[in-house]
T-cell receptor, first 115, second 114 residues
Framework: SAVISQKPSRDICQRGTSLTIQCQVDSQVTMMFWYRQQPGQSLTLIATANQGSEATYESGFVIDKFPISRPNLTFSTLTVSNMSPEDSSIYLC????????????FGSGTQLSVL | QQQVKQSPQSLIVQKGGISIINCAYENTAFDYFPWYQQFPGKGPALLIAIRPDVSEKKEGRFTISFNKSAKQFSLHIMDSQPGDSATYFCAAQGLTGGGNKLTFGTGTQLKVEL
């Protein structure tokens, strides 16, 4: 199993500002995933981050709004830029595991509130 | 387009009862169906998963029933306990197609009352 540390656990931010969320894994992993969990809704994949290459974004998510860094095999950051109240969500970092990589391990998430 | 539909949205069960959560999918390329359990303030954690070559999988008090022809699967929690109170997400994934993109259902908030 993988242990994932995510920071901050929660934050309250002002409209128009940016927040960077950090994700640290206790083992080297090829891919790291960033999810958004809006209140009462499902988990939506934002992007997949591979070390040494640009992140791959899902439909509806763009790099300018959610820039991602992946400097090494154990760390990644997600920035939520120019925030609006609609960005208020839980943001989750995850990594794959299991024999075929089908199992996802999640961090505890970052609860973001934008005023 | 929501590819995995989950119901009910919330569920209250008495201690010792059976909790049943249902999911339906559309994409026949899905070949892996996990359930995740999420407690408040925590990330989701894999609870149990099934592949479509079997119709049922049981792990302790948790059972997945899978109906390939109907494209439906469900989670049964036997002898439900207050500690089972959490949000449950079903999910589906197409492993053979490459990638690890899970499509999640909308979640079910389960409350087990004493």
């Amino acid at each position: 199993s993988a242990v994932i540390s995510q920071k901050p656990s929660r934050d309250i931010c002002q409209r128009g500002t940016s927040l960077t969320i950090q994700c640290q894994v206790d083992s080297q992993v090829t891919m790291m995933f960033w999810y958004r969990q809006q209140p009462g809704q499902s988990l939506t994949l934002i992007a997949t981050a591979n070390q040494g290459s640009e992140a791959t974004y899902e439909s509806g998510f763009v790099i300018d709004k959610f820039p991602i860094s992946r400097p090494n095999l154990t760390f990644s950051t997600l920035t939520v830029s120019n925030m609006s109240p609609e960005d208020s969500s839980i943001y989750l970092c995850s990594v794959e595991g299991g024999y075929g990589g089908e199992k996802l391990f999640f961090g505890s998430g970052t609860q973001l509130s934008v005023l | 387009q929501q590819q995995v539909k989950q119901s009910p949205q919330s569920l209250i069960v008495q201690k010792g009862g059976i909790s049943i959560i249902n999911c339906a999918y559309e994409n026949t390329a899905f070949d892996y169906f996990p359930w995740y359990q999420q407690f408040p303030g925590k990330g989701p954690a894999l609870l149990i998963a099934i592949r479509p070559d079997v119709s049922e999988k049981k792990e302790g008090r948790f059972t997945i029933s899978f109906n390939k022809s109907a494209k439906q699967f469900s989670l049964h929690i036997m002898d439900s306990q207050p500690g089972d109170s959490a949000t449950y997400f079903c999910a589906a994934q197409g492993l053979t197609g490459g990638g690890n993109k899970l499509t999640f259902g909308t979640g079910t908030q389960l409350k087990v009352e004493l």
